[in-house]
């Protein structure tokens, strides 16, 4: 069964950090694009973050650039997402997702349309 568990989520401070995990089960993380979403209440999900099946390419959105960073962990089939300087405006739920590309697909898409496996959520909330 394939599976996407993200954690990492929680309360900060504004100016704090977190770093979300997106843990991949029943699958090879390597064959796969991944991206960072996020959904605030009463917001449409927009997309954050996404990196290439082997790393080599990277995307932001605009409101995260230079604060976030998205990275991947071969060997313990995971994708991170660290925050930084975050702002009460990044609270909502953040998920990952993932499609399938195999051999090395130097593109990922800040679309949610590509990604056909998802996460559950977790929760970041900045809030003082």
């Known amino acids: 069964q394939l599976q996407l568990v993200e954690s990492g989520g929680g309360l900060v401070q504004p100016g704090g950090s977190l770093r979300l995990s997106c843990a991949a089960s029943?699958?090879?993380?390597?064959?796969?694009?991944i991206g960072w979403f996020r959904q605030a209440p009463g917001k449409e999900r927009e997309a954050v973050s996404c990196?290439?099946?082997?790393?080599?390419?990277?995307n932001y959105a605009d409101s995260v650039k230079g604060r976030f960073t998205i990275s991947r962990d071969y060997a313990k089939n995971t994708v991170y997402l660290q925050m930084n300087s975050l702002k009460p405006e990044d609270t909502a739920v953040y998920y990952c997702a993932a499609f399938f590309r195999e051999g090395n697909w130097p593109m990922c898409f800040m679309t949610s349309e590509w990604y056909n496996q998802w996460g559950q959520g977790t929760q970041v909330t900045v809030s003082s």
């Open positions: 990196i290439s099946n082997r790393g080599g390419n990277t």
């Open positions: 029943g699958f090879t993380l390597a064959n796969y694009v």
